[in-house]
């Protein structure tokens, strides 16, 4: 037994240490960026908001935050109406090639970004529209329909099949039962998978740094500074990043995914 | 489920819902895929892409030892960190599948996921600064009279920046694989003498193979498809294909050619994937 208890202690350390690795990037960003030496290491020089304030004086940041903003509220709304549709149609509809037509939603994020990238870049030029804001939005309304997808899908699996019907019975239209009971019932799951999908659109840089021209987004102007030189301020915009997106995954976290975690377990107990 | 039993030639309530992705995956996932693989026939004349279709492209690419070179680096290098991921994460996953409450679970794989929302690029240029020479790690280091090493633009870099990208994703597939096996079968076999150790490498990986396998296929097509680690971490020298189609996009302007690079990168995640899949839901021989 002891031998069982010490291997049961090994495991719960090694744990940690995958933990350690996981997180030390992470940490190390946010220290980095209250520190005043231009090539942190230790010990640490002193305390500073430098970096804090030259990403705010910055012009290129400001423009590239209002653009990585753009991009990421209209690929969350396009994505989360593509990845409803899909969901919708693959929960109550069998039809031929109901196979590839998933595999059409669900195949991009299996393809390298940098490969998209490149396909991207060359079409968008072909169709006259390379450098356009909105080619980054079509571009990441591809790359992130399918996690929207998921979400609600996983959702509509929780709806009880005879609730339709019922509005059918009860003498309401396809449309009408949509707007007054499926759409209601899914809305946790469609405000959670516009959260993910912007979360995703805004740290996304392959393709953006391809097809942006001069919309430059955030991501892509950390890749243009971690590209010239050593410069701290990539932590700084860096954390600004972090609390965007975790911002908006907490709030997918809240409003579905805790949810539908607790739903399904309640639903095999019972 | 009671459907509406009416036969429409064209139900529009239906088509409302299943057409827009196909219309929008046709203009901007399928159209430029099937543009990328025509336009590794084109030709570039005089700096500008002449539509034609021609094998010079082709020729020129799969020609050269440096593209082999490339292709071998980066087809070994993702290998490697597939096998080191897989490695490091199966302990891991082991402990949080099988040794922890269901609360500190669901705890572990919240925090795994945060990963996937802090900037990849920010988390890379922390480990450039970590790993330098005068950096976190050789400082301390110092302290204790080792070093400095070397850890920047060698393939121990590479795999650090890979590690970054795949490992919290190869953690989590494995414990979810891990936790839906039957725990019972486990026990039965140590009941009938199966030695812990035994019991994990013939009951348990078994029967989480498909699983496991699912994350290695990602954790691969991850690494494989990456250039931010190869480049900052790695130094790039030999370029591993990614990299090579950016530097052919960007500075050579020779996009037919890095189309090439593309589908050769494609046609090979195929074969690894179909591969993989095969391999994952064969049903085992009764043996």
């Known amino acids: 037994m002891t031998l069982e208890r010490g291997l049961t202690w090994f495991l719960r350390a090694w744990v940690g240490v995958v933990f350690v690795f996981v997180f030390t990037p992470i940490i190390f960003s946010l220290i980095f960026s209250f520190n005043s030496q231009r090539f942190p290491t230790i010990p640490l020089g002193e305390f500073s908001t430098q970096w804090y304030e030259t990403i705010l004086a910055d012009r290129d940041v400001w423009q590239a935050a209002w653009t990585s903003i753009i991009v990421a509220v209209s690929t969350s709304i396009l994505a989360t109406f593509l990845g409803f549709c899909t969901a919708y149609s693959d929960y109550r509809y069998n039809f031929r090639f109901k196979g590839a037509y998933l595999a059409l939603i669900l195949l991009p994020p299996t393809i390298p970004l940098i490969i998209m990238a490149l396909a991207m870049l060359a079409w968008f030029s072909r169709i006259g529209a390379s450098g356009q804001v909105w080619s980054i939005i079509a571009a990441h309304t591809v790359l992130t329909a399918p996690f929207a997808m998921a979400i609600i899908r996983l959702r509509l699996s929780q709806m009880d099949d005879n609730l339709e019907a019922a509005a059918w019975n009860l003498g309401a239209s396809e449309w009408a039962t949509m707007r007054h009971v499926v759409l209601p019932f899914c809305k946790p799951a469609i405000v959670s998978a516009a959260c993910l999908c912007a979360a995703v659109s805004f740290d996304e840089f392959a393709i953006a740094w391809f097809v942006s021209g001069l919309n430059k987004t955030v991501p892509v102007v950390i890749l243009e500074i971690v590209t010239g030189n050593i410069d701290p301020q990539v932590n700084a915009i860096g954390t600004f990043v972090f609390l965007t997106s975790m911002t908006l995954v907490v709030a997918a976290q809240l409003l579905f995914i805790a949810r539908a975690a607790r739903g399904m377990k309640q639903g095999a107990e019972t | ?287």
């Open chain 2, 1 to 287: 489920m009671t459907l509406p039993a009416k036969k429409k030639s064209f139900d529009l309530y239906a088509m409302t819902w299943r057409l827009p992705i196909i219309v929008w995956q046709l203009i901007f996932f399928v159209g430029p895929l099937l543009f990328m693989l025509a336009m590794s026939f084109f030709v570039v004349k005089n700096y500008r892409m002449v539509e034609a279709f021609e094998f010079t492209n082709w020729e020129r690419m799969l020609g050269r030892g440096y593209f082999w070179d490339s292709y071998l680096l980066t087809l070994g290098l993702a290998s490697l960190s597939t096998i080191v991921a897989m490695v490091i994460a199966f302990p891991a996953a082991y402990a949080l599948a099988f040794k922890v409450s269901d609360n500190v679970r669901r705890w572990a794989i919240f925090l795994l996921i945060i990963p996937f929302f802090t900037s990849y690029l920010v988390r890379t240029f922390a480990w450039y600064v970590i790993l330098a020479e005068s950096g976190v790690i050789n400082a301390f280091l110092g302290y204790l009279g080792l070093g400095p090493y070397t850890m920047l633009n060698t393939k121990f870099g590479t795999l650090v920046g890979y590690m970054t990208l795949t490992l919290p994703l190869v953690v989590i597939l494995q414990t979810f694989a891990l936790s839906n096996i039957d725990t019972r079968l486990v026990e039965a076999a140590q009941n009938l003498g199966c030695k812990p150790f035994a019991a994990v490498w013939r009951v348990v990986i078994p029967l989480a193979k498909t699983g496991l396998i699912i994350a290695a296929l990602f954790c691969f097509i991850l690494s494989f498809g990456d250039f931010v680690a190869p480049y900052y971490l790695g130094g790039s020298k030999p370029p591993t294909l990614p990299i090579l189609i950016i530097d052919t996009t960007k500075s050579g302007q020779q996009w037919p050619r890095a189309a090439v690079v593309a589908v050769v990168m494609m046609v090979t995640l195929f074969a690894v994937a179909y591969a993989a899949l095969t391999a994952a839901y064969r049903k085992r021989g009764r043996t």
